[in-house]
């Protein structure tokens, strides 16, 4: 399994918006892809004020293949649709991982 990680910082008085915006329009966009199998959304958890809140998006694919395929054909319209939204009131830093070991 590969693993498309997108963790955004998000000031505080655009939460709620940012999340209604996730789970009613991006999150779906991306699945509508057909590049992704699933999305998890997990709010961060710490006990330092950072001015604001963290969230991170998984998105899960089969393999490294599928997410290329999204990054070729997808991911540019999808992240200026976010900037274009919310500009610098969110800041986005993504990671991949893949899945060594399930227990």
């Not at 699933?38 to 089969?62: E, I, M």
């Not at 395929?69 to 540019?76: F, P, V």
């Amino acid at each position: 399994m590969f693993i498309y990680n997108v963790t955004v910082h998000v000031e505080s008085s655009l939460e709620g918006k940012w999340l209604d915006w996730m789970r009613d329009e991006h999150i779906p966009a991306v699945l509508n892809t057909g590049k992704f199998t699933q999305a998890k959304l997990f709010k961060v958890v710490t006990n330092q004020d950072q001015g604001g809140v963290s969230y991170a998006t998984q998105y899960h694919c089969a393999s490294s293949k599928e997410y290329e395929q999204y990054l070729s054909e997808n991911a540019e319209s999808l992240r200026q649709e976010a900037q274009d939204r919310f500009g610098s009131s969110i800041l986005a830093f993504r990671t991949q991982l893949e899945e060594i070991l399930s227990l």
